[in-house]
Every structure is written in structure tokens, then in C-alpha cells.
């Protein structure tokens, strides 16, 4: 089997990929990405991705990456209901932006899969099923994670947290604020959620938005952050600072660099995800609907919690 890469002849032109066996009858399934180079979660989704289609003879699969602009991702979608693929698998960019593509893909017969960060509810209709994880349970695990800390601690009735989301517009980045968000008010209603700021994913940028709170409050006994991507950029800006005593940090997917700083003592917890799983879990959900396999509409698997106590029972991230 051999992996060839094509230009996309459309105006959006982007790297396509085509994985499969020389056999005459196969799946074609598509898939278009939210952005592979923004971090290494996606990356190794990728890889992981391409390496189970490769092992299934059964399977040719076109990989799209939109790198993060909506307008490619929505020209990617265009071209795979042209090319008349028999499924396609979409990891959307914006949850609003993409539904119109979604709907021409399920007008014209093509089953679609939301893949780890779900469309908006209004394209629900159009979807035959979502595989990823339970972005709100995240998110309320984050904050049960952050309480059970300021517990043992025993500042649950006066810490002060500071929140770092996801890229605004994106569902990922909305449900897991939203199950933080309501979550810690009933664990621990004495704690104090003092302000939220986007961090778009991105290291570099999350460690500005923390220097900023840390000019801005001199106090703060908490960070959440929407992954540990962004999670440790705050560290790095409270290392910088000198203000990491003291500061209890929390995240959700649990990167290697998460980890990393969970064994020096210096990240709380997180919730751990594989993105091989995640990989995995999208192809055999677009194979099982090509063979009439009923799914739920939310077809998701399980992200448990992992702090510093209960590390040891995890195997350290692959990216």
C-alpha cells in the first residue's frame, strides 16, 4: 500500500492524501481536519487515522487538513460530495460555519461524521453520528478536579480562579467552558471564577493571556485551562513570575507536557484523551454505517480524570 500525495485543484488548494488497498471494491471515506500543524494532538489524530486506514484492505481514505480557515474546510467538503466519496468525517473549524456543507453532504446521500469537536445544534439533522469525547463532562471533571484540590487544601470557601478557553466559536472550546463553568459553582460555590480568556489553542499566546492575569489580580489559587496546551503556558508565565506556589493548575486532555509537569509537582490534574483513540473511534464509526451498523448520535468514549495521585496508573501522553 502506498500513501501519494495530490494537489487539490480548487481554490482552496490544500494537501490531500489517499491511503487504501489496490482492491476494486473499497470505502471511500473522506476527511476534512481543523488545523493538523496547531498542535500536537491533531497531529498524531493523523497519523493514527492514516495508520488504520492503511491496516484495513477494506478502506481508502482522502485526509484534508482546512488548517484552521472555515472557508477551506468548507471548499474540502465541497470537493469530496463532487468526488462522490461514500462517507466523510469532519473535525470542524467552527461549529455555525460548516452546516451548510454538512446539510449538501447529507442532501446528496453522504453520510457525515463529526469527529471530536461537534457542529452547533442547528446541523444536527444533517449528521449521522458524532464520535469524540463528551467536551462537557470535561469540563465538568476539570472543575470537580479543582475543588476536590482547594478541599484538601482547604480553601474552598475563598480561592479566586482564572479560566483559559479554547478558540472562540469552536465547540470544543465552548462545551468545555460551559461544563467548567457550571460545574464549580455546585461543588464548590465559595470559589470564586474571577474572569475567562480566550487562549486559541496556542501555547504562546495562553502564556500572554496568564501574564496579563497576573499583572491584573494578586491573588489567584487556580487556572483552568480548555487543555493542557494552554495550561502550561500559564505555568510557564507563573514560573516566570515566581507566583507557581500556590497556584493550583488544571486542565483537560492531558498532553505529554501536561504530564511532564504533573511528575515535577507543578500541574494539578487534567483529563486524559487519546487522540489514537479519538482517530480510531471516527474511521470505525464511518465503516460501521457503510455496513449498516445502527450508532447513537452521540456515539463517545470515555476521558477519566488524572491528577498527580493517580498518574502512575496512566501511561504518559504520545504528543
Do not use: H
Not at 73 to 91: F, L, N, R, T, Y
Not at 96 to 110: L, M, Y
Not at 205 to 215: D, G, I, N, P
Not at 288 to 317: A, H, R, S, W
Amino acid at each position: 500500500m502506498k500513501i501519494r500525495t495530490i494537489l487539490l485543484a480548487t481554490v482552496a488548494t490544500a494537501t490531500m492524501t489517499v491511503a487504501g488497498s489496490a482492491y476494486a471494491e473499497t470505502m471511500r471515506i473522506g476527511i476534512t481536519q481543523n488545523n493538523v500543524g496547531v498542535d500536537s494532538y491533531q497531529t498524531t489524530y493523523e497519523k493514527a487515522f492514516i495508520a488504520a486506514a492503511e491496516a484495513n484492505p477494506d478502506v481508502e481514505v482522502v485526509v484534508l487538513d482546512a488548517g484552521g480557515d472555515v472557508a477551506r474546510q468548507i471548499a474540502q467538503m465541497e470537493d469530496m460530495i463532487q468526488q462522490e466519496v461514500d462517507a466523510i468525517i469532519i473535525w470542524p473549524t467552527n461549529g455555525e460555519a460548516v452546516i451548510p456543507a454538512v446539510r449538501k453532504a447529507s442532501q446528496a446521500g453522504i453520510p457525515v461524521v463529526v469527529t471530536n469537536s461537534n457542529i452547533a445544534e442547528a446541523g444536527f439533522e444533517f449528521v449521522a453520528t458524532f464520535s469524540g469525547p463528551d467536551n462537557i463532562t470535561q469540563g465538568s471533571r476539570s472543575a470537580e478536579i479543582m475543588c476536590e484540590r482547594f478541599t484538601a487544601l482547604g480553601i474552598q470557601d475563598e480561592a479566586r480562579v482564572v479560566q483559559i478557553s479554547g478558540q472562540p466559536g469552536y465547540t470544543t472550546a465552548i462545551e468545555r467552558q460551559k461544563g467548567f463553568d457550571d460545574r464549580l459553582p455546585e461543588v464548590c460555590p465559595n470559589v470564586t471564577l474571577v474572569e475567562t480568556q480566550p487562549g486559541d489553542w496556542n501555547r504562546e499566546k495562553s502564556q500572554q493571556v496568564m501574564e496579563a492575569f497576573l499583572v491584573k489580580y494578586d491573588d489567584i489559587d487556580g487556572v483552568y485551562a480548555g487543555d493542557d496546551n494552554m495550561g502550561v503556558g500559564a505555568l510557564n508565565a507563573a514560573n516566570a513570575a515566581g507566583r507557581t506556589d500556590g497556584i493550583t493548575f488544571v486542565g483537560a486532555t492531558n498532553f505529554a507536557v501536561g504530564y511532564e509537569a504533573m511528575e515535577r509537582g507543578e500541574y494539578w490534574g487534567s483529563i486524559y484523551q487519546s487522540p489514537v483513540d479519538d482517530a480510531k473511534a471516527a474511521l470505525k464509526s464511518a465503516i460501521d454505517l457503510l455496513n449498516g451498523v445502527e450508532l447513537p448520535f452521540l456515539n463517545y468514549f470515555d476521558t477519566p480524570k488524572i491528577t498527580q495521585d493517580n498518574m502512575g496508573d496512566f501511561t504518559k501522553p504520545v504528543f
